[in-house]
């Protein structure tokens, strides 16, 4: 269950990245950066909330105490550093949704976040019961 805290401090980490480059690119443009680098500021935004909420999941999961299995814990982790880089990704390449390679990505990355929080939902179902 460790990697919750592991995955939770490398998602709270990504938070910390975004919110620098997103200051830098709004308050202190750099050339090369704001525009030309970051084409879609918005979606960083919504890459930036989802880190911080896959990261307080991740928490939040750890803080119960209940036993969960590890592989359940290992997807919401793979889920929740994969979920928000799809906004990263998008927000870098505005292309992002008319290239295969990412569709294939994001499907992936909801299909694993799925079947993580599903499981682990289901785990703590049982357990109050």
Same mark, same amino acid.
């Given at each position: 269950? @460790?990697?919750?805290? $592991?995955?939770?401090?490398?998602? $709270?980490?990504? #938070?910390?990245?975004? =919110? !620098?480059?997103?200051?830098? =690119?709004? !308050?202190?443009?750099? *050339?090369?950066? %704001?525009? @030309?680098?970051?084409? %879609?500021?918005?979606?960083?935004?919504?890459?930036?909330?989802?880190?911080?909420?896959?990261?307080?999941?991740?928490?939040?999961?750890?803080?119960? *105490? &209940?036993?969960?299995? &590890?592989? =359940?814990?290992?997807?919401? &982790?793979?889920?929740?550093?994969?979920?928000?880089?799809?906004?990263?990704?998008? =927000?870098?390449?505005? %292309?992002? !949704?008319? *290239?295969? $390679?990412?569709? $294939?990505?994001?499907?992936?990355?909801?299909? &694993?976040?799925?079947?993580?929080?599903?499981?682990?939902? #289901?785990?703590?179902?049982?357990?109050?019961?």
């Amino acid at each position: 269950m @460790e990697i919750l805290l $592991i995955g939770a401090v490398l998602m $709270i980490f990504a #938070i910390l990245l975004s =919110a !620098w480059l997103m200051t830098f =690119a709004k !308050w202190f443009p750099i *050339k090369g950066i %704001d525009g @030309e680098f970051l084409k %879609d500021y918005k979606t960083l935004i919504r890459a930036h909330v989802d880190f911080a909420l896959m990261a307080l999941f991740c928490l939040g999961f750890y803080g119960t *105490k &209940v036993p969960l299995p &590890v592989a =359940a814990c290992w997807l919401v &982790v793979i889920g929740g550093l994969t979920n928000p880089g799809v906004f990263v990704v998008a =927000a870098f390449d505005p %292309d992002f !949704w008319s *290239k295969p $390679i990412w569709r $294939i990505y994001s499907a992936l990355s909801f299909v &694993v976040t799925t079947l993580g929080f599903g499981w682990i939902g #289901i785990t703590l179902l049982q357990y109050a019961w």
